[in-house]
């Protein structure tokens, strides 16, 4: 007879990260990635390879404020990561002992909290939506070089008011084939909820939101770059509206700079009022698009 196979829990983490000196987050052989310094620290605390599902993949020097990721452990794994102290919590002490391990990366990623997910979590699929910011500066005045890591510094004055106009004019269901590098077997069709700019009448930095249910490869850094092009006076007002309604991928499709990119958030439903909401949505996203 076959030996069952143990219970498996599944974790999920909260972190974030300054993307600046990783390859993105994805793993990829010799280069260093948010994945890999989070996995070789879980390896080292589980004593096994410990493969992570997350939220959403940025790009190589996009940063995240709040990423989620979940893994499988067996239950006595769970148990031990505590190394069997009494008094201890798993959860508040795998949080302490990922920061130790992740201490060389000198603050870079930072564990926010670890607990086990209810049933039919998916940090990947069960996410009813992800949020975006993107920082601009384009004036000397708001040029703040302590931020400068994170922000995009344009060298002309933007029209913020006529980008808002150019961003609320693609919202909805489309398929933005134009401003997304398409992935094998993948979908360019996404629910844009959420996507304008507002300028601080302090600092004058200039500020994108974006929500979607998901964002495909390169998806906001191409949106914003398009609207910044509106902006700066280089094509006229409703030109990111007719690139998305051509669906092609050119010259023109264009990538704004990564490191003024963060991930905000990722929105999932309350397993509290419905215990089956995670595992639906996570089966209803599986589904893959195949038309509006």
Known sequence: MSTPSP????????LAYDGTDYNGWATQPGLP???????????????????????????????ARGQVV???????????VTRHREGLEPAS????????ALSRERGAVVIRRAA????????????????????????????????????????????VELMDAEARSVLGLHDFLTFCKPRDGATTIRELQD?????????????AHLRADAFCHNMVRALVAATVQVGEGRHPAGWVAGRLEAMVRDAQTRLAPPHALVLEHVEYPDAGVD???????????????TGL
Not at 75 to 80: C, F, P
Request: aromatic fraction near 10%; charged fraction near 25%; glycine fraction near 6%.
């Open 7 to 14: 219970a498996l829990v599944r974790v999920r983490l909260d």
């Open 33 to 63: 990635t948010v994945q890999g310094v989070l996995e070789s620290a879980l390896a080292m605390i589980i004593r096994r390879p410990v493969r992570t599902v997350v939220a959403g993949r940025t790009d190589a020097g996009v940063h």
């Open 275 to 289: 215990p089956a909401a995670l595992a639906s949505r996570a089966e209803g996203t599986r589904a893959r698009r």
């Open 70 to 80: 979940h893994f499988d452990l067996t239950e006595a794994e769970w148990t031990a």
């Open 195 to 207: 996507f304008g700019f507002t300028r601080d009448p302090q600092t004058g930095l200039i500020t």
């Open 93 to 100: 002490t795998l949080v302490r002992r990922l920061s130790g």
């Open 116 to 159: 086990l997910a209810p049933e039919g979590f998916d940090a990947r699929f069960s996410a009813l939506w992800r949020s975006y910011r993107y920082a601009i500066s384009d004036s000397s005045e708001a040029c703040d070089p302590l931020n400068r890591r994170f922000t995009y510094w344009h060298k002309t004055v933007l029209d």
